[in-house]
């Protein structure tokens, strides 16, 4: 175990994640371990870590908020990372390490940094994982879709992701979580999500679709947030229709059963043509002149009727 372990980054939640990760790692490691928490802003010294437990116990001293050290607590931190005691462990904690260089070069000879970074907005498998972990911490497993759904409504927003998620979790009964458990919690009061549209686009039934996207679009959902889901779906069927099984596509056996009857409803390069049309609708919505209300709604009738493809589009013609 690291006499000195330097945690630095700029989100709060993933700092106190990676220090909760770490401290459980500590105390699992080191025998009768007396953890100590301490934040910069409400500490004159740096606790003593050089005198051994009298009852044979070690210490871990944790600081926090060590980018606004300063004074004689800065000078007492530096002076200890010259020389830490090898059978005490002291963590800090940093958000960003632009005024404590120092502090960081000593770390780097004596201990270990982790640097704690928040994914980039793209990297929708890192994105994935942070909220498969969130719901990990409060001892649930979310499948594919509850993932999904609760990253179409926190975004990137790490700390919206941990309320929903804690949101979610005080309301499920059991340690697996899915899409109708985090609509349940996070939408409320009847609010229609865009699953529930992408639901009934895979149902081929337009009236329902329709009556549902205007239901979410009323209750405030964005458009584009809209077009997730359904693209989610959407892509959850083309995966069933291909032959993957339940792990592979990352869903329970209940819902992989569910999407292999839905998607049974389309007939052959349907599922392929409703992925393109998606693709569409998304540029639509980025670039018409039109209401996006009026290209959504547009864009569900064509989804949740059933078509030939290749042939002559009429809604009003039972396939």
């Not at 609708?281 to 002149?289: N, R």
């Amino acid at each position: 175990m690291d006499s000195v372990i330097l945690l630095a980054g700029d989100d709060d939640l993933l700092l106190q994640r990676a220090l909760q990760r770490q401290l459980a790692a500590i105390t699992a490691a080191l025998d009768d371990v007396d953890v100590d928490l301490h934040d910069v802003s409400e500490t004159d010294h740096l606790p003593e870590l050089r005198t051994t437990s009298l009852f044979g116990g070690q210490t871990c001293v944790v600081l926090r908020g060590v980018e606004g050290l300063a004074g004689d607590l800065k000078a007492e931190v530096e002076a200890y990372l010259e020389s830490p005691a090898p059978d005490a462990v002291l963590v800090l904690v940093a958000r960003g390490v632009g005024r404590i260089q120092k502090i960081a070069k000593l770390v780097a000879a004596n201990g270990r940094r982790e640097d704690v970074k928040r994914p980039p907005d793209h990297d929708d498998r890192a994105w994935d994982r942070l909220v498969t972990d969130e719901f990990a911490h409060r001892g649930r497993t979310p499948d594919a879709s509850a993932v999904a759904a609760i990253r179409l409504h926190a975004g990137t927003d790490t700390a919206t992701i941990a309320a929903q998620v804690a949101t979610v979790c005080a309301s499920v009964v059991g340690s697996q979580v899915t899409v109708a458990d985090v609509e349940a919690a996070v939408e409320g009061r009847g609010r229609v999500s865009g699953f529930a549209i992408a639901d009934a686009a895979a149902d081929r039934d337009p009236g329902a679709a329709i009556l549902a996207v205007r239901g979410a679009l009323e209750a405030g959902e964005a458009p584009l947030a809209i077009v997730g889901a359904l693209t989610f779906r959407f892509r959850q069927l083309l995966q069933v229709r291909s032959g993957a099984d339940a792990r592979t596509a990352g869903m329970s056996p209940g819902q992989h059963r569910r999407l292999q009857q839905l998607s049974a409803r389309f007939s052959p390069g349907e599922l392929a043509w409703c992925h393109d049309r998606l693709a569409d609708l998304d540029l639509e919505l980025k670039g018409s002149d039109l209401p996006d209300d009026v290209v959504l709604e547009v864009a569900i009738i064509d989804l949740a009727t059933s078509r030939t493809v290749g042939a002559p589009f009429n809604p009003l013609v039972a396939r």
